[in-house]
Antibody, heavy 123, light 113 residues
Framework: QVQLVESGGGSVKPGGSLRLSCAASGITFRDYYMNWIRQAPGKGLEWISYLSSGGTTFFYADSVKGRFTVSRDNAKNSLYLQMNSLTAEDTAVYYC????????????????WGQGTMVTVSS | DIVMTQSPDSLAVSLGERTTINCKSSQSVLYSSNNKNYLAWYQQKPGQPPKLLIYWSSTRESGVPDRFSGSGSGTDFTLTISSLQAEDVAVYYCQQYYSTPYTFGQGTKLEIK
C-alpha cells in the first residue's frame, strides 16, 4: 500500500540546521509531485513547500524562503527538506504529502500523507 | 496570499444532530475557465495526519461517508455533517489550492455535547 514515512526530526538550537527525509513506498515515486506541510503544536496546518516530480519546479512559503531547500532523489524514492537558520517559530510536526497519480484528485489537494516528524527548536 | 477563515473555531453538537462549518476565502477560488472551486476539506483526529474529505468544494473523496457534504462557491463554503457520529470528533480544516501558497483555515474543533 501507499506509504510515506518522514524521519530526521529532533531537537535543535536556534540558528541550527536539520535535514528531514520522506521515504515513499507503494508508489512510482518519480511520477508524484511532493509537498511539505507543517503543524505547530496545537496549531493549524501550514503548507511550506512543493517540488515537481522531476525536481525542477519548486515553491516555498514566504516563512521559509531562503532558509529551507526541498530536494528529491527519485532513485531512492525519497524527498528531503534541508532546514537552516531555524527559529522557535519552526517548531512543528512536519508532514510530507502528495496526491494520487490518476488525476482524480486535483493538484494542490492532498490525499496521501505521512505520519509526520517532530522538529523542536529550543535553546 | 489567500486567507482562509473558518467559523466557528469550535462547536459542540449532540449525536445525530446536523453540523455546519463555514469557510470564507479572502478572494474567489472559483476558476472561471472550468467553473470549479479550488477548495478542499480535511478531517484531523488527534495524533493523526489530516484526511482529505472533499475536493472541488463538493466532491466527496472515495470512502468518505455520505453524511459529509460540501457546498458553496466563490468565497463562501460550508462543510455539513448531516447526522453527527461519535467518530466525527476531530478538527476540520478548509484549504484553497487555487494558488500558491496553498493555505488552510485555522481549523474548527468539533466535539460531542
Amino acid at each position: 500500500q501507499v506509504q510515506l514515512v518522514e524521519s530526521g526530526g529532533g531537537s535543535v538550537k536556534p540558528g541550527g540546521s536539520l535535514r528531514l527525509s520522506c521515504a515513499a513506498s507503494g508508489i512510482t515515486f518519480r511520477d508524484y509531485y511532493m509537498n511539505w506541510i507543517r503543524q505547530a503544536p496545537g496549531k493549524g496546518l501550514e503548507w511550506i513547500s512543493y517540488l515537481s516530480s522531476g525536481g525542477t519546479t519548486f515553491f516555498y512559503a514566504d516563512s521559509v524562503k531562503g532558509r529551507f531547500t526541498v530536494s528529491r532523489d527519485n532513485a531512492k524514492n525519497s524527498l528531503y527538506l534541508q532546514m537552516n537558520s531555524l527559529t522557535a517559530e519552526d517548531t512543528a510536526v512536519y508532514y510530507c504529502a502528495t496526491k494520487e497519480a490518476s488525476g482524480r484528485i486535483p493538484m494542490g489537494a492532498f490525499d496521501i500523507w505521512g505520519q509526520g516528524t517532530m522538529v523542536t527548536v529550543s535553546s | 496570499d489567500i486567507v482562509m477563515t473558518q467559523s466557528p473555531d469550535s462547536l459542540a453538537v449532540s449525536l445525530g444532530e446536523r453540523t455546519t462549518i463555514n469557510c470564507k476565502s479572502s478572494q474567489s477560488v472559483l476558476y472561471s475557465s472550468n467553473n470549479k472551486n479550488y477548495l478542499a476539506w480535511y478531517q484531523q483526529k488527534p495524533g493523526q495526519p489530516p484526511k482529505l474529505l472533499i475536493y472541488w468544494s463538493s466532491t466527496r473523496e472515495s470512502g468518505v461517508p455520505d453524511r459529509f457534504s460540501g457546498s458553496g462557491s466563490g468565497t463562501d463554503f460550508t462543510l455539513t455533517i448531516s447526522s453527527l457520529q461519535a467518530e466525527d470528533v476531530a478538527v476540520y480544516y478548509c484549504q484553497q489550492y487555487y494558488s500558491t501558497p496553498y493555505t488552510f483555515g485555522q481549523g474548527t474543533k468539533l466535539e460531542i455535547k
